[in-house]
């Protein structure tokens, strides 16, 4: 069968941005509370403020209730613990699959159960990170999976990401240099933290591109910062690299490369954990060790991501617990409040 029979199919136009922006839109209120935040986050990146960073939320945002129930809940322990740490719900609507098969988010199905519908999925993800931010005050983190749909949400999000498999795209860097919020960047799966520092360099920098059909110029992104998430080798075995001689090496690469705001988050799951979902409570507490241990790992790891839900472990699609995963297996809630006030009790 010839290539010119099985050609892509255009299903349908979708909105632009600006269009689900207008027929969504956010209050003047609500864009001055973002704003706020957004300032204290930067703040600690640029170490202005010594406040410790969690990211923290579910593998994948899988259904709005669920989600606004755990965000509920996080937003009375913020209260209780805002002196030392600020919080980032971790609210990720696209899942990357290696394979390109299975559930890929919320913008592909807004219903987990029923077929890709991305119109809805549009709509369905904005409507979520909108409810965060009108019902708790927090601005949310998502991952940057597809750069060219930033725009959807680039008035409601505070925190990016870019994942290991999206940190050598040159698309993905580019498009980093220009989000004006904190960008995390992933290691890749191989480990090689000189790809994760070139990644933060050219979203440092200025740059101009190709975007969403427009010829753009931006400023560079001096929030751009690494994220260590483990590694794993040609034989499929995961490596950790949260361990303090792992951080040293990062913090003196990054020295030599002269980069701006010198900054880390840890994941504490993925191939760090091994997605053993329960090592995050060990993780992220030998990583405050290390931090009351050496001054250079305290300036440059400024926080935590913690992959956490309602419910401990994981559960098929249509498995019908309310708040467990249907992605990677997280934490549950009485886990995670217990290791929040753990976490803040050390700093």
Known sequence: ????????EFIRKLPVPKDIKEEYPVSEELSILKQNRDEEIARIFTGESDKFLLVIGPCSADSEE???????RLARVQEKVADKILMIPRIYTNKPRTTGKGYKGMLHQPDPEKSPDLLSGLI??????????????????????????????????????????????????????????PCGMKNPTSGDISVMLNSIEAAQSKQMFVYRGWEVR?????????????????HGTTTANYHYEDIIRLYNAYMEK?????????DTNHSNSGKQYLQQIRIALEVLHSRRHSEEIRSLVKGLMIESYLVDGNQSIGGG???????????????????????????
């Open 321 to 347: 617990v309310f708040g467990q995963s249907i992605t990677d297996p997280c934490l549950g809630w009485e886990k995670t409040e217990e290791l929040i006030c753990s976490i803040a009790d050390q700093l």
């Open 1 to 8: 069968m010839s290539f010119e029979t099985m050609p892509m």
């Open 258 to 266: 002269g980069l701006e705001n010198m900054a880390c988050l840890v």
């Open 218 to 234: 931006t400023p560079g992104n001096p929030l751009a910062h690494a994220i260590l998430r483990g590694s794993v080798n040609r």
């Open 66 to 72: 669920p989600v606004m129930e755990y965000v509920y």
């Open 124 to 181: 369905a993800i904005r409507r979520l990170h909108q409810r965060v931010l009108e019902e708790t005050g927090f601005t949310s983190a998502d991952e940057m999976l597809y750069p060219e749909n930033h725009r959807y949400l680039s008035d409601l999000l505070s925190y990016v990401a870019v994942g290991a498999r999206s940190v050598e795209d040159q698309q993905h860097r580019l498009t980093a240099s220009g989000i004006g919020i």
